[in-house]
Structures are given as C-alpha cells and as structure tokens.
C-alpha cells in the first residue's frame, strides 16, 4: 500500500532501485558526501500534516503576501496592476492551450498557431512594424536580442542606450552584449528624459543601434522621431522599448522611424504575479524580418485551397546551422501571448483608446494631488503616461515610508536611490484604471502623513 497518494512509488520500486545501483538502502547514496557536511538532526518544521491541515497552513502563509487585490498598489517600474478580464483565465485554462507544446506538427497544431499568428497580428497593428515574433521570455530579453540583431545586421560592434532605459533590462543588454564583443555606451537624461545634445555626441559611424524606452522608466514619453533622425544619420538602426497599452494614446514607434520595437506585454491582461513570468513581444521592419530571433507564424493554404498556419521563419541555432543562427531563444511565451491576445480582442480598438484616457487621467489627478504636498515635487516636466517621479524631502527613508503605507492598505512606489542615487530621496508611482478617486486621495493624505 502507498504512504503517498501522489507519489506513484511503492515500497517494492524502491527496492528494486536500490538493487539495479547495488545500494541496501537510502542513506548508501550519500555516502560520497562527508558527514561533517551533511545535516545532522531533524529539520525544523512542522510534523506532516493531512490534506486540509496543509491546505490551510499554506494559506495562511499566502495571507502574509501584500497582494493587488487586498491592497491599492502604486508600485510600477515595470510591473503594472492592470484589470485583467475574466474572460482570459477562462480561454488559457483550456487544456488545448495549457498543455500545448511548441507546434512543430502543423496538422495537429493548427489552434495553437492561429493563437499565436493573432497576436504577431496585434502586435504590427500596436506598434506600426511590418513583422512581429511569436512572442520573447520578457521585455528584456527582447531588447537584449534586439540590440544583438542590430550588431549582426550592421556588422558595427558599438551600440548605445538611455540612461533612462529600466536599469534591470540595461543589465540584461550588457550581459548580451558581453558575450557578442558589442560596446555599450550609455546616455544621460535631461528633465526624466533622453539628453539628445548629449546622444549625437556619442552617435558615430561604429554606432549599430540606439536603445530607448517610451513611455521610459520614469513614465516620461521620449522624442522618439527626434532620437531616430540622429542615429539614421549614421546609418544605425534605433530600438524602441514600448509600453503596449500606451500605445492606445501614443503614436506607434514604427510610424516614428523605429527599425526594431520590443517591450514587455505584462500590461495587455497578464497578471504580475508577484514578478512574472510575463511576455515579450519583438517587432521589426521587413528588411530585417529575416534576422528575427526566435520564431514567426505564417498564414498559407493546403492543397484543397484551405486557410491553415505553419511555423514559417524560425532562424534559431536547432533549425538552422549554428554558426548561421541569429539567436538561440529555444521558445516562445505562447500561452501569455494568448492572453495579450485575448486582453486586445476584448478590449477593442475603443477600449484600448479608453483604458489609456483613464490611466493618464487618474495618474495626472494624483501627480497634482501628490504634488501638493509640502516638501513633495515632480521630479521632471516632461509628458508622461501613467508613471511619474515624485522628490520627497531630504533625509526621508523611503524604506520607513512603504512600510507606514503598506501598513495603511497601500503598496508604495519604487524607491529610486537604488539605481539614481543622484536624483536623491525620489519615488516612482504608477496609477492605473485600477486606482479610484478615494485610493489616490488616501494615499496622498498617508503619504502627507508619514513625511
């Protein structure tokens, strides 16, 4: 009989195991390891428990997590509290899409595909680009391969980046660009923004790329166009890192001059999760669909004349010759595509039109009403979206600070010492639909509050 119910082993099958290794029992396969190393004892936990024991303890442990639904998060800087429809766990929690895997059998894949042909769909008509990928691990990572992309095709081994690009995916950037031999030059920021006087003193004839993000980590909206008639004037490519949603309000990159749009759609109905996984999207102009990374579906007809889909470019180190490949993403995020899918189905071109009138409108009534504040001021002038920096008073500990917040019911901002140490004490907030009137007015009387 099994001790177990979900172990699937019988005390039977370990005895054979042991035999076929030539072991009598568990403790002979650590033998190799020194005792003064292994641990000695017990472990200090609890003694098992049955199955309603269990499930409430690990309750009470989730209980202890300041989650968006119990609390009115303010917390942004990459991460974003959107609504998510209902309708979108409802279609991925279909067995034929939670359980699919990579659809190399176009005959039995044929759902799947159209799936992920929707949204490289989606994602054109957002960001004005020509071919878009079947989805990336995350916005980072898409502009990590977009900065590769742009080495390879310029053969220039120098690429440069805003300052006011989120400092994780500069990270990420750097990490790739290590390995590739590519130079990462980084620009400063002028009032939250790209300082351009500075950028085209960096721009040169070795210059492959220009990386920017718009809306940037501050929230503020680049001068995507200007930016990209410096870098063309070198003959570079310039890479814009885009909030999907804003793209709702803002002009899309590609009609701005961008040769290569990424971002992250985590805010296109994908939950936060407490930090991810979330969703890349990739998308370029049409003379570099062919050093794509990753994968793209196509849309053909079978021999009877039949509308089908198929993986048609797939320019990776396991299909082509290695030496030959653009990239080796070994996937793609298929199911939180599918939800992004499902969020721009729903939502329409009105709703998406709708969705970023209220994020601007609700982050700009509480910058005015953060603004207020004795001692508190916007950090920068320049246009944004739904993210704003705010200056606190000298000597405030913004660590104190979340902690008297969340203690109110509030998630707090992103603290900005961590990375801008030069714009001193300074909080990033985010404001989504999600936020009503009575959440930003409390949370600026809390705030006034704790200062």
Do not use: W
């Not at 690990?58 to 942004?76: E, H, I, Q, V, W």
């Not at 004349?305 to 298929?334: P, Y």
């Amino acid at each position: 009989m099994k001790k177990h119910r979900y172990i699937p082993m019988t005390e039977q099958n370990e005895r054979e195991m042991l035999a076929a290794v030539g072991a009598e029992n568990i403790e002979d396969l650590f033998v190799d390891i020194p005792k003064n190393v292994r641990y000695q004892g017990t472990l200090p936990m609890s003694s098992a428990l049955d199955e309603a024991g269990l499930l409430r303890h690990m309750t009470n442990l989730a209980g202890k997590n300041a989650d968006s639904d119990r609390y009115a998060s303010f917390l942004g800087a990459g991460l974003y509290d959107h609504q998510v429809p209902v309708v979108i766990n409802h279609v991925i929690s279909r067995s034929e899409f939670y359980t699919a895997y990579t659809p190399y059998q176009p005959e039995v894949s044929q759902g799947e595909l159209q799936a992920i042909f929707e949204f490289q769909s989606y994602i054109c008509e957002l960001t004005g680009m020509e071919v878009a990928n079947a989805s990336m691990y995350d916005g980072a990572t898409a502009m990590a391969e977009a900065a590769s992309l742009a080495g390879g095709a310029t053969r220039r081994k120098k690429i440069v980046i805003s300052a006011t690009v989120h400092p994780e995916t500069r990270e990420v950037v750097r990490t790739y660009a290590y390995g590739l031999g590519i130079e990462v030059v980084e620009v400063g920021f002028d009032n939250g923004v790209t300082d351009l006087a500075q950028l085209e003193g960096l721009i040169d004839g070795d210059t492959a790329a220009v990386l920017v993000q718009s809306p940037n980590f501050f929230g503020a909206v680049e001068n995507v166009r200007a930016i990209g008639d410096l870098i063309h004037a070198h003959k570079g490519l310039m890479v814009v890192s885009a909030n999907p949603l804003s793209l709702g309000a803002l002009e899309a990159p590609g009609k701005l001059g961008a040769d290569i749009t990424v971002g992250d759609a985590q805010p296109l109905g994908i939950s936060g999760s407490y930090g991810g996984p979330t969703c890349g999207y990739f998308a370029v102009s049409k003379e570099l669909m062919r050093k794509i990374p990753g994968r793209i579906v196509g849309q053909t007809t079978d021999k009877n004349g039949k509308r089908g889909f198929v993986l048609t470019l797939q320019a990776r180190e396991q299909h082509i010759r290695r030496d030959k490949a653009t990239s080796n993403i070994c996937s793609n995020q298929a199911l939180l595509a599918l939800s992004a899918s499902v969020y721009l189905s729903v939502m329409g071109r009105q709703g998406m039109i709708d969705v970023c009138d209220l994020n601007l409108k609700k982050s700009h009534y509480a910058a005015k009403q953060l603004g207020s504040i004795q001692g508190v001021r916007l950090a920068f002038q320049a246009p944004y979206f739904n993210e704003f920096v705010l200056s606190l008073p000298e000597g405030t500990d913004l660590n104190e600070l979340n902690e008297k917040l969340l203690e109110e019911g509030f998630i707090g901002g992103y603290d900005l010492s961590r990375d801008y140490p030069e714009l001193g004490p300074a909080m990033l907030i985010a404001v989504t639909e999600r936020r009503s009137k009575e959440d930003i007015d409390r949370f600026a009387e809390i705030l006034e509050g704790s200062l």
